[in-house]
C-alpha cells in the first residue's frame, strides 16, 4: 500500500512521511520545494519535483507508484502573509487543491486526508473550540482552508467511492527526529531560535491581547503527534471505518507566547527579555481545541510536553546552526 504526499518534503510532511514508513505504509512525495527540503525526504522514498498545480504530474505520480490516497499537505500556510498576498494564496490553495482532486479523479483515487487549520474559525467566541464551533476564517489562508474542506465535501458528493477526513491543525512545533526541523520564517519557534543564534531580541507580535498576560494564546501540539495521527486515518480511511469530517489536533489547553518564551529562555539557557511589537494582521487572540474526537478515532495524543516540544525543536535547530 502507498500513499502519496503532497508537500512531503516540508517541516510536517516530512514527518508525516516518516510516520508512515514507521507503520509499513509506503510514501510517496511530491514537492515543489518553495518551502521544503529535498533532503528531509529519505533516500528509499519516491520523490518527485513538481507543483500539485500541473494535474498531469499529480495523475502520472499516482498511477505510476499505485497511490491508494492522498494526504495533502502543499500550499501556502502563512495567514499574516495572505492577507498581503491573497490571489497568491487562493492560487497555491485553491486551484492546487482542484487540480490534485481532478488528478485523483481521472486515475480512480478515493481516499484523501486534508490538511485543514485552526484558521478555519477564525477568532472563536468560545473558550474551547470543538468541531461544532462556527466556522468564520479571518484571514484569506483560513478561508482557503474552508474551501478547501468544501471541495473535499463536494467531491463525496458525486462520487460513491470517495472518504475524506480535514485534520485541523494548530500550532505545530517540536521535532520528533533532529535531521527533520521547522525553517518556516513566519512561525514562532524558528522566529525566537534565529534570533537568539543571531544575537538579536526576540519579539512578541502584540502585547495587548484580551488575555491574562496581553499575548497571543495558542495551542501548541507537537509535530510526531499530529503525524502519528495522519497515518491513524489513512488507515481507517483504508480500511472502511467511518470518521467525521473532521477533526481538531488541539490539547484541550493553551499556553500565551510569553510563557512560550519563558519556556526557551528556560530550555536554551539564553537569557533574554523579548520586544513586545505590534500585532500581526490576520492573527486572532485565543484559540484552543478539544481533541476528544481525534482521540476516540484518530489516535490523538498529546504525547509530549511543551518543554518537550521546546526541547526537540531547540535540538534540531543546533543541528543545523553550523
Wanted: glycine fraction near 10%; proline fraction near 5%; hydrophobic fraction near 40%.
Amino acid at each position: 500500500m502507498s500513499w502519496l504526499v503532497t508537500g512531503g518534503a516540508g517541516y510536517i510532511g516530512a514527518h508525516v512521511v516518516q510516520a508512515f514508513r514507521e507503520v509499513g505504509i509506503t510514501p510517496v512525495v511530491i514537492d515543489d520545494l518553495s518551502s521544503g527540503h529535498e533532503g528531509f525526504v529519505p533516500d528509499d522514498v519516491a520523490f518527485v519535483r513538481g507543483s500539485v498545480l500541473d494535474t498531469d504530474l499529480v495523475a502520472s505520480t499516482l498511477r505510476d507508484n499505485g497511490c491508494e490516497g492522498v494526504v495533502h499537505l502543499a500550499g501556502f500556510k502563512y495567514a499574516g502573509v495572505s492577507v498581503r498576498e491573497p490571489l497568491h494564496t487562493y492560487d497555491q490553495n485553491i486551484t492546487g487543491t482542484v487540480s490534485l482532486l481532478r488528478a485523483m479523479q481521472q486515475v480512480g483515487v478515493h481516499h484523501y486526508v486534508f490538511s485543514s487549520s485552526a484558521s478555519v474559525y477564525g477568532t472563536p467566541d468560545v473558550d474551547l473550540v470543538t468541531e461544532d464551533t462556527a466556522l468564520r476564517p479571518e484571514s484569506p489562508y483560513g478561508q482557503t482552508k474552508l474551501i478547501g474542506e468544501w471541495l473535499a465535501a463536494d467531491m463525496a458528493a458525486v462520487d460513491p467511492d470517495w472518504r475524506h477526513t480535514n485534520l485541523r491543525y494548530f500550532n505545530v512545533v517540536g521535532s520528533g527526529t533532529d535531521a527533520l526541523y521547522d525553517t518556516s520564517p513566519h512561525n514562532l519557534f524558528p522566529i525566537v531560535f534565529d534570533a537568539l543564534l543571531a544575537g538579536r531580541t526576540p519579539k512578541i507580535f502584540g502585547g495587548d491581547y484580551p488575555t491574562p498576560d496581553g499575548t497571543c494564546v495558542r495551542d501548541y501540539v507537537h509535530v510526531a503527534d499530529l503525524a502519528t495521527s495522519h497515518v491513524a486515518a489513512a488507515q481507517a480511511l483504508a480500511q472502511g471505518r467511518p470518521l467525521s469530517p473532521a477533526y481538531n489536533l488541539g490539547s484541550g489547553e493553551g499556553s500565551s507566547v510569553a510563557q512560550i518564551m519563558s519556556a526557551i529562555r528556560e530550555v536554551t539557557g539564553i537569557d533574554f527579555t523579548p520586544e513586545v511589537a505590534a500585532r500581526r494582521p490576520g492573527d486572532p487572540a485565543r484559540i484552543v481545541a478539544d481533541g476528544h474526537l481525534a482521540a476516540r478515532d484518530l489516535d490523538w495524543e498529546m504525547r509530549h510536553s511543551l518543554r518537550d516540544m521546546v526541547a526537540s525543536a531547540w535540538a534540531a535547530r543546533q543541528a543545523h546552526s553550523a
